[in-house]
């Protein structure tokens, strides 16, 4: 049938289109090849053209600006979350199942990232984590949440280990739970003021160089928002 025959011939020309650009050097920004140019040297249609480099643009690999020409893209994670997003909200919406993955995930990725960082923080490092926890606190005692604040202190956690994409990822993790938690309007975390003392917790291992019990604390965290995902949605149905 033609429809199962014309998939694979897309995939391959995506790929072709995808390794011109690393045996090119092409980095994000960078022009591609005009329509023509690539049609001349993968020896295909325009048609066949266009539709690979729509496939990679869904992908972020290329970057369509119509009217100035096509150009690498940022191959960021956002097709990741957008998928991620999707899937979780495909779930009936009383399943806790699909926010506990996300954290799951999440958990693990930080509880063994936290004990690569925590003898090696520098006292700036440690200061600037408790800047952004004295701020939580504050915000605690109002009452208020902090998302943005939350996000801050993990990035900061992180960054001195140099790894690009660790930001990225948790972010990716970090803002589909967002994503999913707006969309069904449930509140996702516990309250500020606990929020802030499990930060805190966290902090007071990072400067014992506490590598167990900064882990521990980082579990704590986590599973308490599971336990509240878990709560709300059972409260829905």
Request: glycine share 8%.
């Amino acid at each position: 049938m033609p429809g199962m025959s014309e998939e694979p011939r897309n995939s391959r020309i995506q790929r072709q289109v995808m390794q011109l650009i690393l045996d090119r050097g092409l980095r994000a920004g960078a022009p591609l090849p005009t329509e023509s140019e690539l049609m001349e040297d993968l020896g295909v249609s325009r048609n066949s053209v266009r539709e690979a480099l729509k496939a990679l643009q869904a992908l972020d690999i290329v970057d369509i600006r119509h009217g100035y020409g096509t150009y690498v893209g940022q191959a960021s994670l956002t097709p990741l979350v957008d998928g991620l997003t999707f899937r979780a909200l495909a779930r009936d919406d009383r399943d806790a199942g699909a926010l506990a993955e996300i954290l799951q995930v999440r958990e693990v990725l930080e509880e063994g990232l936290i004990r690569r960082v925590t003898a090696t923080l520098t006292a700036a490092e440690l200061d600037r984590l408790e800047g952004v926890v004295v701020r939580m606190e504050a915000a605690g005692r109002a009452g208020r949440p902090f998302p943005e604040l939350d996000r801050q202190f993990h990035e900061l956690l992180y960054a001195s280990l140099g790894n690009a994409l660790v930001p990225q990822l948790l972010g990716a993790f970090w803002t589909v739970f967002r994503r999913v938690c707006g969309a069904r309007g449930r509140p996702d975390d516990p309250s500020p003021e606990l929020t802030a003392r499990r930060h805190r917790d966290i902090v007071t291992a990072l400067r014992a160089r506490d590598v167990e019990g900064a882990q521990r604390a980082m579990a704590v965290h986590f599973r308490g928002i599971e336990a509240r995902a878990v709560r709300e949605s059972r409260a829905l149905g």
